[in-house]
């Protein structure tokens, strides 16, 4: 399975733009990347998926690199909701694989500050 | 409200004695997992089902046993629970693998 890599904290302030990095740079072709976030005691939440084409949706949008060996998640207006941890995942669409196994890895904590 | 639904939220039991954690979901889903979580590894996938009765083991199976014999439950089953299996546990549910999957509100479950 691809790997993923993140920083392991980040800070922002509420109300100003938090760009959460992730490099992938095992991708393969039939990986999509997705993005997931748990917020304290809750169970990890879908945030956002793209395969090539940076995508957009009402909590987030998704820069993928050209080479998509990185992305990043960018959350434009950060709230004091947004404090979870998030986790940047590869998953194989591909034929070859008939399962539906997330692989989390650590993930980045995100601190946002009033 | 379309949810998956974890009982119980909390269970501190004693080495050896079989316990069951129930998951439910009703949003007519195809697929569902269940993930232990504990600090410093991330979530690990423990079974998975593709449909009913279509069950298989993911990265950390031992000492757990699943079933699904009705598309919106997916029980979790520790036949003789040890001290190791102390965590957090996530059920969660998708479509299929191509869709987002929603997850439980967790089962912190204590092994003595």
Same mark, same amino acid.
């Given at each position: 399975?691809?790997?993923?890599?993140?920083?392991?904290?980040? =800070?922002?302030?509420?109300? =100003?733009?938090? %760009?959460?990095?992730?490099?992938?740079? #095992?991708? *393969? $072709?039939?990986?999509?990347? %997705?993005?997931?976030?748990?917020?304290?005691?809750? $169970?990890?939440?879908?945030?956002?998926?793209?395969?090539?084409?940076?995508?957009?949706?009402? &909590?987030?949008?998704?820069?993928?690199?050209?080479?998509? +060996?990185?992305?990043?998640?960018?959350? %434009?207006?950060?709230?004091?909701?947004?404090?979870?941890?998030?986790?940047?995942?590869?998953?194989?669409? *591909?034929?070859? !694989?008939?399962?539906?196994?997330?692989?989390?890895?650590?993930?980045?904590?995100?601190?946002?500050?009033? | 409200?379309?949810?998956? @639904?974890?009982?119980?939220?909390?269970?501190?039991?004693?080495?050896?004695?079989?316990?069951?954690?129930?998951?439910?979901?009703? &949003?007519? %889903?195809? !697929? &569902? *997992?269940?993930?232990?979580?504990?600090?410093?590894?991330?979530?690990?996938?423990?079974?998975? *089902? &593709?449909?009913?009765?279509? #069950?298989?083991? $993911?990265?950390?199976?031992? $000492?757990? +046993?699943?079933?699904?014999? =009705?598309?919106?439950?997916?029980?979790?089953?520790? =036949?003789?629970?040890?001290?190791?299996? @102390?965590?957090?546990?996530?059920?969660?549910?998708?479509?299929?693998?191509?869709?987002?999957?929603?997850?439980?509100?967790? @089962?912190?479950?204590?092994? @003595?």
């Amino acid at each position: 399975d691809a790997k993923t890599t993140q920083p392991n904290s980040m =800070e922002s302030n509420e109300e =100003e733009p938090v %760009h959460l990095p992730c490099n992938h740079s #095992t991708i *393969s $072709g039939t990986d999509y990347i %997705h993005w997931y976030r748990q917020l304290p005691s809750q $169970g990890p939440e879908y945030v956002i998926h793209g395969l090539t084409s940076n995508v957009n949706n009402r &909590m987030a949008s998704l820069a993928i690199a050209e080479d998509r +060996k990185s992305s990043t998640l960018i959350l %434009h207006r950060a709230t004091l909701r947004d404090a979870a941890v998030y986790y940047c995942i590869l998953r194989d669409v *591909s034929p070859l !694989y008939n399962t539906d196994k997330l692989i989390f890895g650590t993930g980045t904590r995100l601190q946002v500050f009033p | 409200e379309a949810q998956v @639904t974890q009982n119980p939220r909390y269970l501190i039991t004693v080495t050896g004695k079989k316990l069951t954690v129930t998951c439910s979901q009703n &949003m007519n %889903h195809e !697929y &569902m *997992s269940w993930y232990r979580q504990d600090p410093g590894l991330g979530l690990r996938q423990i079974y998975y *089902s &593709m449909n009913v009765e279509v #069950t298989d083991k $993911g990265d950390v199976p031992e $000492g757990y +046993k699943v079933s699904r014999k =009705e598309k919106r439950n997916f029980p979790l089953i520790l =036949e003789s629970p040890s001290p190791n299996q @102390t965590s957090l546990y996530f059920c969660a549910s998708s479509w299929d693998r191509f869709y987002e999957q929603y997850f439980g509100p967790g @089962t912190r479950l204590t092994v @003595t």
